[in-house]
């Protein structure tokens, strides 16, 4: 059997001083939608975060590996450039930074980090045009600076934008569809659709069973004082759905 | 006083005893006060000490410049272009619109007509950098537009700095607005060389009724040069005087901004951006003299400050005991990104009228770390994220600028 895209192995980590994650396990293989669902505050955006180094979010003891490297000895943009993508739940708001040239630094980034040619300005946006109109992203908000007076459906499919054009083999949906009404979350839906092949991974964080019908995932995690407790198919995303986190028990 | 900057030098027109005599007057007026230091009120941030022992050399050969490159330029024909090459005005046939005179300094110090502007807009005794300009009064470009007329093109001055090792460049200008009369002037410093050198210009600013001067000001000098400015405008009623300055180069630099507000309904906006870069020094000092009633001025500053780096920002609004309803305000936002930057930041309110407006304003702060850490999850590297962050900081700013076409000349920072 071929290497996991990503393996977590006992991870222990805090923010600040508040222990977060603790003995966490998961591993998840090129091809595959995993789904971890958790009550607020359990520290799902913090997994997000530590994955994604961010600061002051300290990883205690344990191993990550991604394609079967150290993640966690690579800064922030370097673990974009080997391919791994936050979806953030709260997307940041950059006033004065153009949304195109944004873009087009993050785009030309990651390529030039793979050895791959940068774009010039006319073949990126003849690529942005055409990614943009799939989502229904209008040329307007193009021109805006990065998140600013989006609405929430607008920022989600701005993340959305960015994972098409940047490429990713491992996207962390960290509630995509929160803030976002139904028909932006179709629209979103069928925008990672396509972007899922044999080859990439998404581990989607949400609350709700809707966005898991939409996207389909192969395995369901519950994910409850910083462990995974239970694992399961799309069911079990019924089961919460239908009653809660509460009857599943903590393994400590 | 013995700095090497103060040289005994023959200069071009030093036989004309008019020319002499305004020569002498600014030597007369730095002798007696001679070159600020740290205790000196207005100075106590800014460090000249290094600059006022450098020997520099002047130019005394050619009284305009001859350089083969300018005669093939590529002009923009969006703006009517002036050259300077080395402290040199590059002399040529200009195709000037009515109403509009460009008179190389030399002959204007002939001219009975421009004789009341120099020296008039600012007192020699109280700006030593100025009064060593007026030592060696002779660069510089006169600018004069008749009663009610405007340019359908800004006015751009090229100051380029390319072969000036070890010279100090010392140019004065005269811009004159009569009744009505609208201008775009822009003045872009830019140095294509490694020179070490020190430029002092002089702008003395005359702005008569119900004219209108936007004045913008790109300062890109090399980070191993010197730059001391001072702009000076009088102003009558009803005028404006709209100034925006982009401090992003040499090793030390200060910008100065005298403004009077001699007459009624007169009003004056100074904007400036700044990026102290690391290892150097810059200085924007302004004076806003509310000398009547009714009179209006607007100040806002946007910085950035790089490790080791110095700013200086002093912003002062003088309200004279007679000039009520009066309006002065001074807002300045710095942006660190790093400890060891240093700010020093001076406002001043000097208020002698009841019945005025007046308000000052500061802020500093650090990069934002959310926005760093969305830029760089992206893959963008930190430098770069860096980079894309500081420029914003400064675009709230520059986005001011009302003119798209002169807007694109202030980006594409360093
Ligand atoms: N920077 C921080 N400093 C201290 N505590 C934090 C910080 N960020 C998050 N937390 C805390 O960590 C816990 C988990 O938060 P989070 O990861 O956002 O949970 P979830 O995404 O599962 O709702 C919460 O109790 C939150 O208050
Ligand atoms: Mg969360």
Redesign the pocket.
Known sequence: MSEPLLEIKDLFAR??D?E?IKGLNLKINRGEIHAIM?P???????LSYILSGKD?YEVTSGKVLFKGKNLLSLSTEERAHAGLFLSMQSPIEIPGVAVSNFLKQAVNSVRKANNEPELDMLSFMKLLKTEAQKLQISPEMLKRFVNVGFSGGEKKRFETLQMALLKPDFCILDEIDSGVDIDALKTISEGINTLKNENNAFLIITHHEQLLQQIVPDYVHIFADGQIIKTGDKTLAHEVEESGYGKFPSKE | MDSPLIKNVNLFLDDKPSVFALRNKARIALDSIGFPTLKTEAWKYTDIKELINKDFNINTEENTCSHECCHHHNEDTSFIEIRFCNGKLHVEEYNMPEGITLTPLPLALFDDDYKKYFFNAFNLEKHPFAALNGLYLEQGICIHIEKNTSLNKPILIKYNQKDCDNLQLSIHNLIILEKGAKLELIEDFTSASENTYFTNTVNEVYLKTESELTHYKIQKENSKSYHIALNAIKQQEKSSYKQYYLSDGAKLSRQETLVNLDQQNANAEIYSAYKAKKNCTTDITTNINHLVENTNSNQYAKGVLEEDSTAVFQGKIHIAPNAVKTSGHQLHKALYLSDSAKLNCKPELEIYADDVKCSHGASCGELDKEQLFYLLSRGIEKHTAIKLLTDAHLEELLSLIPNPKIKELFFGFE
């Open positions: 923010v600040g508040k977060i958790g607020n505050g359990a520290g799902k955006s913090s002051n």
